[in-house]
């Protein structure tokens, strides 16, 4: 099977696949597949959309079985896999990486999953950006995959943020708990300007905003914020529907800039470039796929 799941022709490794999920359903043969992780993992990257969603139906009839997964050591390298994931084109994998997501969170909650702490602490803010998605589905999934996450990181406060129903309460607590990590939610923040998605980038221009009030004084971080917010603006390749929301890009920027001390716009070449140097997940996404995760 591993083999076969490493083919170059895809047909075959979408038959393999077909297989696996049904197979998968049988505890015996789930605990069986376990030779299989690391071939299952590197699919998880593949740009066919339909291998990778049979790929996660296959992880998760495997985590119905606990004692596949304490017995393994794959689960940090899966909840990597599904933090690159949420940001898929495809809502179909969306929701079923973020429901994987969850379902690994929760089978595991009860035995502390020391491994999982640092991924889990970087899923919060991308978990929070998709409760804005257009899609439903996503946005129930995020929501979900959120509250356990807090759960299992036992963040009182940023759990009773998410009990008032008013996220962006919880976006305020996230910078207010951890002041040095407020540059990693910039960074974590700032590829969400250039989604394909309204209420995304609108999101991402509340958030960016409020993370400036919290870096004042710190003027290469701000510096930062306004190339950020100043690139989208001039983006020739968005849609008619942003001629609303540009304006906001526009405010934002000039009112971050002015509170502290940046006069001047920069040039459209140096946020490209700034924006380019920031890690960030593929959050743009093709342009040929960027509908499909619409429909």
């Avoid at 696949?17 to 605990?31: E, I, N, T, W």
């Avoid at 800039?257 to 940046?262: A, D, E, I, L, R």
Wanted: with cysteine; net charge negative; charged share 25%.
């Amino acid at each position: 099977m591993s083999r076969y799941l490493q083919s170059e022709c895809t047909e075959r490794r979408r038959l393999v696949l077909r297989g696996l999920v049904v197979l998968s359903k049988d505890p015996l043969m789930a605990k069986r597949m376990c030779s299989l992780s690391q071939s299952l993992l590197e699919l998880l990257g593949d740009a066919d959309g339909e291998l990778v969603g049979m790929t996660l139906c296959v992880f998760t009839n495997v985590l119905q079985n606990k004692d596949v997964l304490t017995s393994s050591t794959t689960y940090p390298k899966l909840a990597e896999a599904l933090l690159t994931l949420f940001e898929n084109d495809n809502s179909h994998v969306q929701v079923l990486s973020l429901e994987l997501f969850l379902k690994m969170m929760q089978l595991i909650e009860d035995e502390g999953g020391k491994p999982l702490m640092k991924i889990l602490s970087q899923s919060l803010l991308p978990l929070f950006f998709h409760c804005h998605e257009e899609e439903e589905h996503v946005v129930k999934a995020s929501r979900e995959a959120l509250h356990c996450a807090v759960r299992f990181l036992k963040k009182t406060d940023l759990q009773q943020a998410l009990d008032t129903e008013k996220l962006w309460n919880f976006a305020e607590c996230l910078l207010a708990e951890d002041r040095s990590r407020v540059v990693e939610h910039v960074h974590q923040a700032l590829p969400y300007l250039q989604s394909p998605q309204e209420p995304l980038r609108e999101a991402a221009i509340r958030f960016l905003g409020m993370a400036g009030q919290s870096l004042r004084g710190q003027q290469e971080e701000l510096q930062l914020i306004c190339e950020g917010l100043d690139a989208p603006r001039n983006n020739a390749s968005m849609s008619w529907t942003d001629t609303e929301i540009q304006p906001q890009f526009a405010n934002r920027a000039e009112e971050v800039g002015s509170s502290f001390g940046f006069r001047e716009s920069v040039s459209q070449e140096h946020c490209q470039e700034t924006l380019k140097r920031t890690p960030h997940p593929n959050i743009a996404g093709a342009s040929g796929t960027a509908d499909a995760g619409h429909t």
